[in-house]
């Protein structure tokens, strides 16, 4: 199983990014799939997770925190194996590891873990 996650960077306070995360050795379409950070000396946060064919909630079904409400975007192509993170308005506090993750529904611990790719938003 390979989660590859993409497109960090450095950006400035209020731009955006978009992270990609591809997926192979697993059925895609059936897997919740989420995006965590991990910014340095904190605990890492779940901050997206869009449900997938599986688990106990509609396919499609998003769920993000107050932190990035509003802010980021998470969406998935099953045709693809991929699941995206759009980040607009970025902060100083949204630097960190950004991590994509797959499981059997949003809201437990996933099974499936990729690198991290790293933001830095600076101010």
């Known amino acids: 199983v390979q989660l590859q996650a993409s497109g960090g960077g450095l950006v400035q306070a209020g731009g955006s990014l978009r992270l990609s995360c591809s997926v192979s050795?697993?059925?895609?379409?059936?897997?919740?799939m989420s995006w965590y950070r991990q910014a340095p000396g904190k605990q890492r946060e779940g901050i997206a997770c869009?449900?997938?064919?599986?688990?106990?909630?509609?396919?499609?079904?998003?769920h993000y925190p107050d932190s990035v409400k509003g802010r980021f975007t998470i969406s998935r192509d099953d045709a693809k194996n991929t699941v995206y993170l759009q980040m607009n308005s970025l902060k100083p506090e949204d630097t960190a590891d950004y991590y994509c993750?797959?499981?059997?529904?949003?809201?437990?611990?996933?099974?499936?873990w990729g690198q991290g790719t790293l933001v830095t938003v600076s101010s």
């Open positions: 993750a797959a499981g059997a529904a949003c809201g437990v611990e996933p099974h499936y």
């Open positions: 050795g697993i059925t895609f379409s059936v897997q919740a």
């Open positions: 869009i449900a997938g064919r599986g688990g106990n909630t509609g396919r499609g079904n998003t």
